[in-house]
């Protein structure tokens, strides 16, 4: 089923938009919400929970990549969870180290003054992606958007984990310099 | 804050795997555009063939199949369909030289026209309707169809689309020569009427007797035989010299129909067809 057809169906409060965004989108949702959260049945809760969020945001909201759109609702979704079941302690699993590598460049505060700049901030990474070749920007997003570990990237686009980390790092130091320079304070 | 990113960015890293290899690809590119330069006529193509694993939706996130134009000295964008897991170029009927290239008549008659096979789009967004090349009957249908883009019911304007390339999903596949020439209507060097590498036209029955004895590698194997241990640098330095030295491969069959889509890079000994790479046993010229 088409991505309009299928927001229509929520705007209609028809309940076979959550059996098609299942049908569609469970899959990439679901991997989503593997990598942050790590466990199985976790994941699905998030998934689950993603479909409850869109019904309640859609109405009012209408967004032109579902795809985009159901996968950052799992994300943020699994995130929490993440936060909420490592509240704690700190390590272990590919979050942990995704996070490791992103507090060099960014800093994941949430202060309000960061709240007021952050989609400036979000708006200055995303130029600053749109600056990289294609498939350098592919292997970053998939790293720290989609929380995948370094050996999937590797495969997914080609090369060795190894120079997979490799150009994450250069590109983590690009993306530094980069937002220094727009004034953004790390 | 980054998961505030753009989303096309976002959907881009969920469907586009590309194999990385970031110097050689360009470069390829570029091995292409010296050739063309060299033989002069339309177009030679940069064929990217590494597909996206897991996605559902083949074509619509295809890389681009480029074009070196001569009169402009740039790169297009051709259209290309996708069908039975292969990509097919849909010719511009006014370039004649491209044409000839092939061995093709410039115009497609209505005699011309076989059975419809199916309905694709472009990676342009244009649906074109497919259908056998019904007077060609000496080629294999996989090598040349006839493509009518849609909405011209009343008045059709058909085109040829030529194979290009497999869809390749596991790039450490290959396919054997027997299988490419196969799609070209060769079973045998007899079915071959001449072979001409860069400027040179060679034995056909040795031709087709060293590719079809050759070590078969798929880009992986390619890349781990003619680049494994080399830096960035090095890496560079041979891409650029086996662009400078690579040469355009057309086989002509005994049905007329010319194949372009080979290279032969004699400094390492490999004729490269669509995504496989050939390893010849002696060298070619």
Same mark, same amino acid.
């Given at each position: $089923?088409?991505?309009?057809?299928?927001?229509?169906?929520?705007?209609?409060?028809? %309940?076979?938009?959550?059996?098609?965004?299942?049908?569609?989108?469970?899959?990439?949702?679901? /991997?989503?919400?593997?990598?942050?959260?790590?466990?199985?049945?976790?994941?699905?809760?998030?998934?689950?929970?993603?479909?409850?969020?869109?019904?309640?945001? $859609?109405?009012?909201?209408?967004?032109?990549?579902?795809?985009?759109?159901?996968?950052?609702?799992?994300?943020?979704?699994?995130?929490?969870?993440?936060?909420?079941?490592?509240?704690?302690?700190?390590?272990?699993?590919?979050?942990?180290?995704?996070?490791?590598?992103?507090?060099?460049?960014?800093?994941?505060?949430? /202060?309000?003054?960061?709240?007021?700049?952050?989609?400036?901030?979000?708006?200055?990474?995303?130029?600053?992606?749109?600056?990289?070749?294609?498939?350098?920007?592919? $292997?970053?997003?998939?790293r720290y958007w989609y929380? %995948?570990?370094?050996?999937?990237?590797?495969?997914?686009?080609?090369?060795?984990?190894?120079?997979?980390?490799?150009?994450?790092?250069? $590109?983590?130091?690009?993306?530094? %310099?980069?937002? /220094? %320079?727009?004034?953004?304070?790390? | 804050?980054?998961?505030?990113?753009?989303?096309?960015?976002?959907?881009?890293?969920?469907?586009?795997?590309?194999?990385?290899?970031?110097?050689?690809?360009?470069?390829?590119?570029?091995?292409?555009?010296?050739?063309?330069?060299?033989?002069?006529?339309?177009?030679?193509?940069?064929?990217?063939?590494?597909?996206?694993?897991?996605?559902?939706?083949?074509?619509?996130?295809?890389?681009?199949?480029?074009?070196?134009?001569?009169?402009?000295?740039?790169?297009?964008?051709?259209?290309?369909?996708? *069908?039975?897991?292969?990509?097919?170029?849909?010719?511009?009927?006014?370039?004649?030289?491209?044409?000839?290239?092939?061995?093709?008549?410039?115009?497609?008659?209505?005699?011309?026209?076989?059975?419809?096979?199916?309905?694709?789009?472009?990676?342009?967004?244009?649906?074109?309707?497919?259908?056998?090349?019904?007077?060609?009957?000496?080629?294999?249908?996989?090598?040349?169809?006839?493509?009518?883009?849609?909405?011209?019911?009343?008045?059709?304007?058909?085109?040829?689309?030529?194979?290009?390339?497999?869809?390749?999903?596991?790039?450490?596949?290959?396919?054997?020569?027997?299988?490419?020439?196969?799609?070209?209507?060769?079973?045998?060097?007899?079915?071959i009427t001449r072979v001409?590498?860069?400027?040179?036209?060679?034995?056909?029955?040795?031709?087709?007797?060293?590719?079809?004895?050759?070590?078969?590698?798929?880009?992986?194997?390619?890349?781990?035989?003619?680049?494994?241990?080399?830096?960035?640098?090095?890496?560079?330095?041979?891409?650029?010299?086996?662009?400078?030295?690579?040469?355009?491969?057309?086989?002509?069959?005994?049905?007329?129909?010319?194949?372009?889509?080979?290279?032969?890079?004699?400094?390492?000994? *490999?004729?490269?067809?669509?995504?496989?790479h050939y390893k010849l046993?002696?060298?070619?010229?």
């Open positions: $089923m088409e991505d309009n057809a299928i927001v229509s169906l929520y705007w209609a409060r028809d %309940e076979a938009a959550i059996a098609a965004s299942d049908e569609k989108y469970g899959g990439y949702c679901g /991997t989503i919400a593997r990598n942050i959260v790590g466990d199985r049945q976790t994941a699905e809760e998030c998934v689950n929970d993603t479909w409850l969020r869109a019904w309640e945001t $859609m109405p009012p909201q209408r967004p032109s990549r579902l795809g985009a759109f159901l996968g950052r609702i799992t994300r943020n979704l699994s995130f929490d969870r993440y936060r909420q079941s490592h509240a704690d302690r700190r390590g272990g699993g590919e979050l942990a180290a995704v996070l490791d590598e992103l507090a060099e460049c960014v800093s994941g505060g949430e /202060t309000p003054e960061d709240a007021l700049s952050r989609q400036e901030l979000a708006k200055a990474i995303s130029d600053f992606l749109g600056t990289l070749p294609r498939v350098k920007r592919q $292997m970053f997003v998939r929380g %995948e570990c370094l050996g999937d990237i590797a495969e997914k686009c080609g090369g060795t984990p190894s120079a997979v980390s490799t150009a994450l790092g250069r $590109m983590r130091s690009s993306l530094r %310099e980069y937002l /220094t %320079e727009r004034g953004f304070e790390l | 804050m980054l998961g505030d990113i753009d989303d096309t960015f976002i959907m881009e890293a969920r469907k586009a795997s590309v194999r990385y290899t970031p110097v050689r690809n360009v470069l390829r590119g570029a091995a292409a555009a010296c050739a063309l330069v060299l033989v002069c006529v339309g177009a030679v193509w940069g064929i990217r063939t590494w597909r996206a694993k897991g996605t559902d939706a083949v074509g619509t996130d295809a890389l681009p199949l480029l074009s070196w134009q001569e009169n402009t000295g740039e790169y297009v964008t051709l259209p290309v369909v996708t *069908y039975r897991g292969a990509y097919y170029e849909i010719l511009n009927m006014s370039d004649t030289a491209a044409l000839d290239r092939h061995g093709l008549p410039h115009a497609i008659t209505g005699k011309m026209v076989g059975e419809q096979v199916v309905q694709v789009r472009s990676d342009g967004g244009d649906v074109f309707t497919l259908y056998e090349y019904a007077d060609y009957s000496g080629v294999n249908q996989m090598a040349v169809l006839i493509a009518a883009r849609d909405g011209q019911d009343d008045d059709k304007t058909y085109s040829y689309a030529i194979f290009c390339n497999f869809i390749r999903q596991n790039t450490a596949l290959c396919d054997t020569a027997q299988k490419m020439f196969g799609i070209i209507g060769v079973y045998g060097a007899e079915d001409q590498v860069g400027e040179t036209v060679v034995d056909a029955k040795r031709f087709y007797d060293l590719l079809c004895g050759a070590d078969a590698k798929g880009e992986d194997g390619y890349q781990y035989d003619v680049f494994f241990k080399m830096n960035e640098k090095q890496q560079q330095a041979l891409c650029i010299e086996l662009a400078d030295t690579a040469q355009e491969v057309h086989i002509t069959t005994k049905h007329g129909f010319c194949a372009c889509g080979l290279t032969y890079e004699p400094k390492i000994g *490999y004729v490269d067809w669509a995504c496989n046993a002696e060298p070619l010229l």
